[in-house]
């Protein structure tokens, strides 16, 4: 089994072009699988229901059995594709339909204060300005921040080209705030901070490297202890607020779609609550009956 997984793992990240994180996620899933069954020949529908009982049973939440599901599918449609089995044990059984929750989403008071905390004075408070008014003004993966090189951006249209999951390119408006921050940014931090090195990757670390996830993960939560921001507050949670503030002053939900890079709208649909609420607000408005 560990061999058909390490195959399966090259299959996603070659032909599939999934990311080094949604690989190993994948593989997580298929591991927990391999120990229960070491071999796949010979197994059921009724063998894998087995399995999803099993990670019932130690308390796996609801969602997580249902991504251990996909994974298996995925997995398994793969050896069938592969012409290693003839028939497909998992096909058959679906997915659970599950509600998405949008986690805490930070209002307009929280973000102003959080973008406000870096100090501009310094090589490290521009960098982390620039940083975050970035994810907030393009609702931005950190995975896709800690990617942009200089030539992804362009001023004088107001863009900034990332690359999303699945290798998908995309082109955000980056806005006119960001913008002046990032400038400032590389005029007045970047050099200071690259030490004369060269170094593709936009925005970089004390020691003249790339930023990584665990960096700006850090950086974060230390600018919500400064604004005493009582919610959890995760890299991700600027890009929800990203979405929830587009939409609560009249974005459609297609438009959000994209610049989130979401490949499917149902993706985006977590956010129809705003849509919903807004909804209520013109009806009792100016319905004459409300």
Request: aromatic share 6%; proline share 3%.
């Amino acid at each position: 089994m560990d061999v058909l997984i390490q195959e399966f793992s090259e299959y996603l990240r070659i032909e599939k072009r999934h990311s080094p994180h949604t690989v190993a996620g994948y593989c997580r899933d298929l591991r927990r699988f391999a120990r229960i069954y070491s071999e796949v020949s010979g197994l059921t529908t009724a063998d894998i229901r087995g399995f999803l009982l099993i990670l019932r049973d130690e308390g796996l939440s609801s969602s997580s059995i249902a991504r251990s599901l996909s994974s298996i599918k995925s997995f398994f449609r793969y050896l069938c594709q592969d012409k290693q089995l003839k028939e497909n044990p998992a096909e058959i059984l679906e997915t659970p339909r599950r509600w998405r929750k949008l986690p805490h989403v930070l209002s307009l008071t929280d973000v102003d204060t959080l973008l406000s905390c870096p100090d501009s004075d310094t090589a490290i408070g521009l960098r982390d300005q620039a940083m975050l008014e970035v994810v907030y003004a393009t609702g931005m993966r950190v995975s896709e921040l800690i990617s942009v090189k200089g030539h992804n951006l362009d001023f004088e249209a107001g863009c900034l080209r990332t690359m999303g999951k699945g290798s998908k390119e995309r082109i955000v408006p980056i806005g006119m705030v960001a913008r002046r921050s990032v400038e400032d940014y590389l005029l007045n931090s970047r050099p200071v901070l690259a030490k004369g090195q060269k170094v593709e990757e936009l925005f970089l670390t004390r020691r003249a490297k790339a930023m990584t996830r665990q960096g700006f993960w850090k950086i974060l939560k230390t600018y919500v202890r400064q604004s005493n921001i009582k919610a959890d507050v995760s890299p991700h949670s600027l890009r929800h607020a990203f979405a929830t503030h587009l939409l609560d002053r009249g974005a459609d939900l297609r438009s959000v779609q994209q610049m989130l890079g979401h490949a499917d709208i149902s993706a985006t649909q977590i956010y129809t609550h705003v849509l919903e609420k807004r909804m209520l607000e013109v009806h009792d408005q100016f319905h004459p009956r409300s």
